[in-house]
């Protein structure tokens, strides 16, 4: 009973694990891709959107800005995340 | 105004402050605490070395020049560290494990130990990294001709920059050169280095604080006012934004000072994952006021002002000397600090690389452990830091100090790019060659040289402007701005374009077509696949406990040897309880103990294993395989004697078995002998008895029974006479006498020997005339004898009706074969060796006048003669003897009439 049950523990930990790698490889992978000039303009709307009135304009540098440095903090934060839950699962390997 | 004196007083406080800090670190380092110094915060505010005073100084200069672009300096290394899974933490243990001491030994390790591609890239490192030494420097001057600029007495720029490169010489000599680690780690710097981190993150949040809410209207003000005052981002929209995403992302793997803190500098793994978030954060927080104070920087400077300097001008515009100097402290750090790490990197690099080897090659020097070649590399490092630096000065006062510090910097950026292809295709692609990597690292830096860095002096060296303009020779194709005829405007990506490509395809293309070397597959496959090998521990310092000495030693020498030891080596070392310290010449003299019982290079690579945690090198594993081989040899020498034993045993079994069986043939023959004498002893004894006491006897029966007795006398006599005959042929005491004569007289005489039993029995004999008229050299009675006995034999056995004896013959090889066949019952097959063994009669045959002794007798008598006697097998009824006579002891004159044996009539 209780050897079942660490066997299925055991086995949480290694489906656990292989998650996290692979967050661990697909996040740079998002990061690059929230960064690139296209997937920027969907989320900041691009000039010839902007042009239509002056209003869009004159914000869009703002709106960079936010976009980018919350990009930034976002990718942080899962960072500071994933390396919890690295060294939770992993011990001091 | 801020004091031109104060502010070197201030400078010359905050030197000696980080002296002091550096100094501790080093003496808490020696003391093996380690608790705060190599803990992840430190780790992460020394990888900031990354942000140089071109961070410090420049970004604000880059974002009043160019807008959003400089924030792709950032976000590229954000990537890299937040990816660190994919390749931080492969390089981190690489570097572990090989036990790398910079970028050029990893490039080198990986493909085959090459000490050409660790020369190449030494060279490449050290001329990327000039420039941007360069950069430090002139900011460094700019920074104080800010607040000397009014002073008459104020020194020049050039001769501020030269105090600061030798200022910055003897620190890095100091804590860089001090000692020759095992892994070529730097507490003291890196620590001192941790400091300056905070020191220019405080100065700049400082700065921007002040900016935001005590200049402006708190953030949106600068918002509003961002809009207007900001280039348009159309750079967001070139092709530059994701080149310099890239180049960034590059130079923090790539730049040799990362290298050197990143990898080299790291203690364990696990630093790594707090960094992966930490530095990232460190970056985000430089660049949040980054903005703002360029914003306002363009705001309020006067027109013409240079923007790498709003970071201190704004302040004193507005006369807050606290955080301007606070400011200068910061740019101060930025710079510093930066130029330390590369000094002591690239230093590393010039002597491990090309000084050492040519110091070894000239002096054909084979001992690294010897103080010699510590001085030289202690020697070699600290004058390749002044050459280092004396370069950066040199590069300063060439391009004038005029250009932008954004764009000197990513001259550096694009030359550490040169060395990634080789690195990733090392990490990830088996077939990467030595030649590959040489060759696209070559390519890259040529054009990376010609392209870039060479115009950078605008014509002032080596390349002259016309040259620039025109191509080299006038050839337009090769002009370094627009290389085969193709411009392309910004000629930061026209250069990465090119020298990418070409390196990239040389690499892959001369990859393909060459062979890797042994020891190149062998460190690809160990680089490849790092983490399918058991962690290596290494500590940051060459610690090994004497009681894992003393168990290796007791494994391999025996308890009481190692204690003997170890015992020995502690009152010579005048430890009196416990177990002797584990310095280098113990743990030598240990290896040698443990070389006469394992071999020298097993007993190396085990108490290297204990003592530094060093990897097994491949002439070990060589030296290691040798001893194998050696071994196996031993141990297949050992079967085949192991097998001969068993052989020899087993020949030993049949002997003992054959003894036995003799000894109780022996037993048996002393049992027959007294049977057989006691038979005929029995019959006189009884006989002569009733002689004597029957007084009435008559004559006739009188001389019946001595005839009995006599009869018996002679069988006795007979019977003892083949006894001994038998015993002299036996013991080889039988003397032969030899000389010529025919077969005719031998069968004659054997005939005549016999002729009172044949003719009683009637027997005809079949005799071979042409056999009979060959001459032979031979004992006439002892081979008659064999005859007799044969005759003996046939007439004996032989059931119905008169006996034929036939002798005929053949010739064998060199061999004359006689028969002697009878028509007798013949020999069952089974009995056919039996019969020469000694009282031995043909089972079922209770008729005992033979003693069983003729066959052995004749076979001796054979045997001594050079031949042979054996019973053959016969087509027809009877048996047949074969008597063998070698050729030898027949006469000359008749062999020939041996050619055609065949039997003839009588």
């Known amino acids: 009973m209780t050897e079942d049950r660490r066997v299925e523990n055991s086995e949480k930990d290694v ?79 | 105004m801020l004091s031109f004196n104060l502010l070197v007083a201030i400078c010359l406080t905050y030197v000696v402050f980080l002296f002091i800090v550096a100094a501790l670190a080093e003496r808490r380092a020696e003391q093996n605490k380690f608790t705060f110094l190599t803990s992840p915060i430190v780790y992460t505010l020394s990888i900031s070395v990354y942000c140089t005073a071109w961070t410090f100084y420049g970004a ?75 950069l430090q420097l002139q900011s460094l ?47 003291g710097v890196v620590t001192a280095i941790a400091f300056e981190a905070v020191v220019k993150l405080v100065a700049l949040l400082a700065v921007g604080v002040f900016v935001v809410w005590g200049v402006a209207d708190g953030p949106l003000d600068i918002m509003t006012r961002m ?14 934004w994701a080149t310099l995403i890239f180049l960034s992302a590059t130079a923090i793997i790539c730049l040799p000072r990362m290298f050197q803190i990143v990898v080299v500098e790291n203690s364990s793994e696990r630093h790594l994952a707090m960094a992966s978030w930490a530095f990232p954060l460190y970056l985000f927080l430089m660049c949040i006021f980054v903005l703002p104070i360029a914003v306002m920087g363009l705001e309020l400077m006067p027109e013409g002002a240079n923007p790498d300097l709003f970071v201190l001008t704004l302040p004193l515009h507005f006369d807050q000397q606290g955080i301007a100097a606070l400011a200068f402290l910061g740019g101060f750090s930025s710079a510093t600090s930066m ?193 399918g090998q058991r962690a290596q521990g290494r500590t940051s310092q060459p610690i090994v406990a004497s009681e894992d000495l003393f168990i290796l030693a007791q494994r391999i020498l025996g308890r009481q040897e190692a204690t003997k030891l170890f015992e020995k080596t502690a009152s010579e070392q005048g430890v009196t309880t416990g177990l002797p310290e584990p310095t280098g010449e113990f743990i030598h003299r240990l290896e040698r103990e443990l070389s006469g019982s394992v071999g020298a290079a097993t007993a190396h690579a085990m108490v290297g294993q204990l003592a530094g945690g060093e990897a097994v090198s491949v002439e070990e594993l060589i030296a290691v395989a040798d001893e194998t081989a050696q071994i196996m040899e031993y141990s297949a020498q050992l079967e085949k004697k192991s097998n001969e034993l068993t052989a020899t045993a087993a020949q030993l079994r049949r002997a003992n078995q054959k003894l036995t069986q003799l000894s109780q043939q022996k037993d048996d023959f002393l049992s027959q002998v007294s049977h057989e004498l006691r038979t005929p002893m029995t019959s006189i004894r009884s006989f002569s008895e009733i002689i004597r006491s029957d007084e009435s006897i008559d004559r006739d029966r009188l001389i019946h029974f001595s005839s009995i007795i006599n009869e018996e006398s002679q069988r006795l006599t007979r019977l003892l006479d083949e006894i001994l005959d038998l ?71 032989s059931e119905d009706g008169p006996p034929v004896i036939e002798i005929s013959h053949n010739r064998l090889g060199d061999d004359l074969n006689i028969f002697v066949t009878d028509n007798g019952p013949g020999i069952p097959f089974n009995e056919q060796k039996v019969i020469f063994e000694k009282f031995e009669r043909l089972s079922g045959k209770s008729w005992t006048t ?57």
């Open chain 2, 60 to 134: 604000v200069g880059y974002a009043a020049r160019s807008g959003l672009e400089f924030l792709t300096i950032y976000i590229g290394p954000t990537l890299v560290f937040i990816g660190w899974w994919w390749l931080l933490r492969r390089l981190v243990r690489i570097g572990r494990t090989q036990r790398i001491t910079s970028i050029a030994d990893l490039i080198s390790s990986r493909y085959g130990k090459s000490n050409l591609l660790g020369v190449i890239v030494t060279l490449l490192a050290v001329t990327a990294s000039t420039p941007y030494i360069a």
């Open chain 2, 339 to 531: 130029v330390i790490v590369a000094a002591i990197a690239l230093s590393t690099m010039v002597s491990n690389h090309i000084v050492l080897p040519l110091w070894l090659y000239m002096t054909q020097r084979r001992d690294p452990e010897s103080d010699d070649v510590r001085s030289v590399l202690l020697r070699s490092r600290r004058i390749s830091i002044a050459a280092i630096l004396a370069l950066g000065y040199l590069y300063y006062i060439f391009t004038g100090g005029t250009t932008a510090l954004a764009s000197i910097g990513l001259i550096a950026f694009v030359g550490a790019a040169q060395i990634l292809p080789a690195l990733l295709f090392g990490l990830f692609w088996r077939q990467a060659t030595r030649l590959g990597a040489i060759m696209g690292i070559v390519a890259g830096f040529i054009i990376w040289a010609y392209s870039l860095f060479l115009p950078s002096f605008d014509g002032s060296f080596i390349l002259t402007q016309s040259v620039i303009d025109n191509g080299l020779f006038g050839l337009s194709f090769l002009r370094p701005y627009a290389l085969f005829g193709v411009s392309i405007d910004d000629p930061l990506i026209h250069v990465l374009f090119w020298s990418m490509a070409a390196n990239t395809g040389l690499i892959v293309l001369v990859s393909m077509v060459s062979h890797p070397s042994a020891l190149e597959r062998l460190q690809a496959l160990q680089f490849i696949h790092i983490f």
């Open chain 2, 727 to 797: 015993s002299f042929l036996e013991s080889g005491r039988i003397k032969l006498n030899l000389y010529t004569t025919t077969l005719k007289d031998v069968i004659d005489q054997a005939l005549s020997a016999t002729s009172v039993i044949s003719e009683d029995s009637k027997a005809r004999i079949i005799r071979d005339e042409r056999l009979e008229a060959m001459s032979i050299i031979t004992d006439r009675d002892r081979l008659s004898q064999v005859f007799i006995n044969l005759i003996i034999n046939s007439i004996k056995y």
């Open chain 1, 15 to 93: 489906r656990r694990r292989n998650k996290i790698i692979q967050i661990a490889l697909i996040l740079p992978i998002i990061g690059v891709l929230l960064f690139m000039t296209p997937i920027i303009d969907v989320f900041t709307g691009s000039d010839g959107a902007s042009t239509a009135g002056g209003e869009g304009d004159s914000s869009r540098v703002s709106r960079l800005v936010i976009y980018i440095f919350g990009v930034w903090g976002l990718l942080i934060v899962c960072a500071y995340a994933l390396a919890h839950f690295i060294r939770f699962s992993f011990g001091d390997e």
């Open chain 2, 141 to 187: 001057t700019l920074s104080i001709s800010v607040f000397a600029g009014d002073l008459d007495n104020a020194v020049s720029p050039a001769l501020t920059a030269l105090f600061m490169a030798m200022g910055l010489a003897l620190f890095t000599v100091i804590f860089g050169t001090r000692n020759i680690n095992a892994n070529e780690q730097h507490h």
């Open chain 2, 850 to 906: 033979g003693v069983g002794l003729g066959l052995p007798i004749s076979l001796e008598i054979m045997q001594h003669l050079g031949g042979d006697l054996r019973c053959v097998p016969t087509t027809t009824k009877g048996a047949r003897f074969c008597i063998s006579l070698p050729l030898s002891a027949i006469g000359q004159t008749h062999a020939s009439v041996l050619d055609t044996g065949s039997p003839a009539a009588e």
């Open chain 2, 227 to 240: 809009e207007q005052r900001l280039p348009q981002q159309e750079s967001l929209y070139s092709s530059r």
